[in-house]
């Protein structure tokens, strides 16, 4: 099982409020994602880190923030939700080398009303 | 135009039966390829990788053609627990993954 967690699982929260969606990892992977997914849809990247101090925008606009201070800790920050906002959110780890296997949280599924 | 693109589905079997899934992928550098399984409402998790030579693991085959930037999975006697959606996934840039919007399966008693 890889040891990847996401909370919260679940939030709804109104329009306008500041939400941080945490993932915390404890395999040591310097890689890490944020994808966003609608149902029935494919997951779209939004932000990635090759490592401590080193963040990406993927290539689906968001208006969410990430940092990574620490390996292990890659939160998402969206500063004022808006119901455009609502989806899930995943985020995943990888090891570094060649190996392609993602390792994914549960996800956050965001509700903004 | 999509990265990557699969027939949505549903596939709709019996137990026991055969089932191929195909998908393509619109950049020629891509670097890796691989199938993932998502249950429904769960995160994707790694079914296989495929390798140009086409590899195997029990009932799932995977087989890549690079020149036709095409991907298969076939899987054979179909079990219940098979039901899910299969994504297609494809790395370039090192570090991008790109998903397909998955094909779902059911697998019916």
């Known amino acids: 099982e890889a040891d990847i967690y996401q909370t919260p699982r679940y939030l709804v929260i109104g329009t306008g409020k500041k939400i941080t969606l945490e993932c915390s990892q404890t395999?040591?992977?310097?890689?890490m994602y944020w994808y966003q997914q609608d149902p029935g849809m494919e997951l779209h990247l939004i932000h990635y880190?090759?490592?401590?101090?080193?963040?990406e925008k993927g290539d689906l606009s968001s208006e969410s923030t990430v940092s990574r201070i620490r390996t292990e800790h890659f939160p998402l920050t969206l500063e004022s939700a808006r119901p455009s906002h609502t989806s899930q959110y995943l985020c995943a780890s990888r090891e570094r080398g060649d190996t392609g296997e993602l390792f994914f949280g549960e996800g956050s599924r965001l509700t903004v009303l | 135009r999509k990265e990557v693109e699969q027939d949505p589905g549903p596939f709709n079997v019996p137990e026991g039966a055969t089932v191929a899934f195909n998908c393509t992928y619109s950049?020629?550098?891509?670097?890796?390829f691989f199938w993932y399984r998502q249950d429904c409402r769960k995160e994707p998790k790694l079914l296989m990788s495929?390798?140009?030579s086409g590899n195997e693991d029990g009932r799932f085959t995977a087989q890549l053609n690079r020149a036709s930037q095409y991907i298969s999975l076939l899987i054979r006697d179909s079990k219940l627990s098979d039901s899910a959606t299969y994504l297609c996934v494809v790395r370039y840039n090192f570090n991008k993954f790109y998903f397909g919007s998955g094909t779902k399966l059911n697998v019916k008693p």
């Open positions: 950049n020629s550098a891509s670097q890796s």
């Open positions: 880190s090759y490592g401590v101090n080193s963040t």
């Open positions: 495929v390798y140009s």
């Open positions: 395999m040591g992977h310097d890689k």
